[in-house]
C-alpha cells in the first residue's frame, strides 16, 4: 500500500469504537496454546564469550504475564530471543537442549513461521524499524503486508494498533523523525498489529517517559487479560511490578530466583541484582521498624501510602537536604559556584528550531548553563535531544543564538565546537564505528590532536570510569545494548571537553550501571566540567542533579534544584513527568517536597 491509497483512507478518522472492536477481535493464532517450555538449554554465541544461558529448565503458562530482569548481560535478551526462533536462525553459535512453543520445538520450524505466533519488542527500537518507510502508518502496515492481507484489514488493524500505545496523531509523521521514545511506541505497535500469541518485549519502555511508560504496560497487561502470553524484560520495576503474575530474576547465564514479585523483592541479597522498587523499600523499611507487623510488602504508590497513612506525622519536623542524603537525596543548590567564570559555558538567548515540514521542536528557549550537573526531563517529543543538538553544531537554530564558551555556533565548525562540547547520543549504534572497543575509546582524542601522553591519559581514564577494562579488545557490536552505551559515553570523556553531554544513559542499565555512570557525572562535576544529561529516570535526575530542566511543547516550563522542580507537581504535570516515588507518596500525605526514604521516614511515627 502507498501513502495516496492510505491518505484516500484516512482511516484515522474512524470512530474509537470501530476501531477498538476490529483490535481486540480474534487473535490470528485462532486460540492456540501458547505454552513455552526451555528444557536444559544452553546457548553459545559464535563469538566464544563462554555461555550466554546454561541448562536453562523454564516453563511459562499460556496467558500469563511475567517480567523478566536482572544484571546487564545476564542472559536475558538471549532469553527472548529463543522464544521467536532468533535463536538458532538467526544469530550465529551453538544450541543445547529444547525450547518449545505450543508445542512446537523452535529448531524445526523457521522465525517466519513463528511470527504469527510470537511477536518480540527488539532492545533497541531502531533495529526493529525498517527505514524505509516514509510515514509511521506504513512502517506499522510493513507486517501485515508480507501476510498477505487484505487492505482494509491492515488497516484497520495499523490504525488500532497506533491508537492502542498512544501515539495516532503521529500517523503522517516520518519515522526518521521521531524521538526515541516516539520510535519505541511505533516498533511496539508493529508488533501489537500482528496479533500474536505471545508477546516477548525486551525492554519496551527503555525511552519512554513516566506516563508514556504507565501506557504501554498497561497495554500489555490488558493484553494479558484477553488471553496473551506476556513476557517482560525490564529494569523499570517500579511501575512493572504491580502487573506481573511472576518474577524471573536472571543472573549468569541462569534463573536465580523465581516466584511472584513481592516474594522476590524481598529475597535475602536481592538488591546486589536489581534496582527494588521504592514502594517495596518503604514496605520493608515500615516491618523492620514495627510499623507494620507482616504481610506481602506493597509492590505499587497507592498500596505504600495506605499502609504509611496511619503511622504519619504531618506536623513533624522538615530537614532541608544541604548535602546528598544516605539514599539518594540531591543538594538543595548548584554545586557550580565554586566555578565561577567570566560568561557562561552554554547561552541560549531566544532560541526556535523548527523541523522541515513546519515541526517546531524548540520555542523561546532563555537560559544559561556554566557547569554542575543538569538534567533535561520532558515526555518524548518535548525537543530535548533537538537542544542538546544545539549544543556541538548539529543542528543551528531557525530563530535565536546558541552561544557556546562565547562563540556562536553558526559561524563555528562542528570539528571545532567538538573540542568544547562532547555528545553521547542516546542510540550508541549511531555513534560506535571502530572494531575494538579501546580504539571506539582512542578515536576522539586522535581526532582532536592530543599529544601522546595526554591521549594515553583520557583513554585510560574512560576506560576505568566505565569499567570496560575487560572488554578493551572486545568488538562494541558483540556487547549488550547497555554496554554498548557505556563505550559510546567512555569515547565521550576520553575528549575531555569542558561541557559533555549524555542523552538517556541510563536506558536500560541495571542498578550497578546506573550507579557507574552517576558516579562518573560526580567526578565530571567535582573538576568543573558542566555535565548536561537527557533522562526520563527520575531517581537519576534526585540523586545526581544539582539542576533540574522541565521541557514541555519545546519550552521550558520548570528550572531549578530537584526540589524545586519536582515540587512543582501542577506545572511538572503539562510535561507527562511524575516526580520520584517518595516524592509522590510525600505529596499524597500532604508533607513537604521529599527526595528521600529517610526524609519520609522523619515523620513517621
Known sequence: MNDREYAVAKPWRWSRERSEREYTGSRSGGGRVSEIR???????????????????????????????????????????????????????????????????????????????????????????????????????????????????????????????????????????????????????????????????????????????????????????????????????????????????????????????????????????????????????????????????????????????????????????????????????????????????????????????????????????????????VGQNGAGKTTFVKHLNGLLEPTQGTVWIEGTDTREARVAQLARHVGLSFQNPDDQLFHDTVESEVRYGPKNLNFDEERAEETVERAIERLELEDVRERNPYDLGLPRRKRVAVASVLAMDTPTVVLDEPTGGQDAPGTALLGAAVEELVATGKLVVVITHDVGFARRYADRVIALGRGEVLLDGTPRETFGDRETLAETDVDPPTVTRIGDRLGLPTLLSIDELFEFVG
Not at 523454564?58 to 544484571?71: R, Y
Open 38 to 376: 526451555f528444557e536444559d538449554v544452553s546457548w553459545e554465541y559464535r563469538t566464544g564469550d563462554g555461555l550466554a544461558v546454561e541448562s536453562l529448565d523454564c516453563e511459562i503458562d499460556s496467558g500469563s504475564f511475567v517480567g523478566v530482569t536482572g544484571p546487564s548481560d545476564a542472559g536475558k535478551s538471549t532469553f527472548c530471543r529463543l522464544i521467536p526462533g532468533y535463536i538458532p536462525h538467526y544469530f550465529d553459535g551453538e544450541l543445547e537442549g529444547r525450547v518449545t512453543v505450543g508445542g512446537t520445538d523452535v529448531r524445526e520450524t523457521t522465525i517466519g513461521d513463528l511470527a504469527d505466533r510470537v511477536g518480540m519488542l527488539f532492545e533497541n527500537p531502531f533495529d526493529q524499524l525498517t527505514g524505509a518507510s516514509t510515514t509511521v502508518i506504513e512502517e506499522v502496515a510493513f507486517g501485515l503486508e508480507n501476510l498477505g492481507l487484505a487492505r482494509e484489514e491492515i488497516i484497520e488493524r495499523a490504525v488500532g494498533s497506533l491508537r492502542r500505545v498512544g501515539i495516532e496523531e503521529l500517523i503522517d509523521r516520518n519515522p526518521q523523525n521521531l524521538s526515541g521514545g516516539q520510535s519505541q511506541r511505533v516498533a511496539l505497535a508493529s508488533v501489537l498489529a500482528m496479533r500474536p500469541d505471545v508477546l516477548v518485549l525486551d525492554e519496551p519502555t527503555s525511552q519512554l517517559d513516566p506516563h508514556g511508560a504507565d501506557a504501554v504496560f498497561d497495554v500489555v497487561a490488558d493484553m494479558k487479560s484477553r488471553g496473551y502470553t506476556v513476557i517482560v524484560v525490564s529494569q523499570r520495576l517500579d511501575r512493572l511490578a504491580p502487573h506481573l503474575d511472576r518474577l524471573l530474576v536472571v543472573d549468569d547465564g541462569d534463573i536465580v530466583h523465581d516466584g511472584a514479585p513481592e516474594e522476590v523483592f524481598t529475597e535475602p541479597g536481592i538488591e546486589a541484582l536489581l534496582d527494588v522498587p521504592e514502594a517495596v523499600r518503604i514496605g520493608a523499611r515500615l516491618r523492620e521498624e514495627g510499623y507494620v507487623e507482616s504481610g506481602s510488602v506493597p509492590l505499587s504508590v497507592e498500596d505504600a501510602i495506605e499502609e504509611l497513612r496511619p503511622h504519619v506525622e504531618s506536623s513533624g519536623t522538615h530537614r532541608r537536604a544541604s548535602n546528598r542524603d544516605s539514599d539518594g537525596g540531591a543538594t538543595a543548590g548548584p554545586a557550580s559556584d565554586s566555578f565561577e567564570r567570566d560568561e557562561p559555558r552554554v547561552a541560549f538567548e531566544d532560541v526556535g528550531f523548527e523541523y522541515e515540514g513546519g515541526v517546531e521542536a524548540l520555542s523561546g528557549i532563555d537560559l544559561s548553563m556554566e557547569s554542575g550537573c543538569v538534567c533535561l
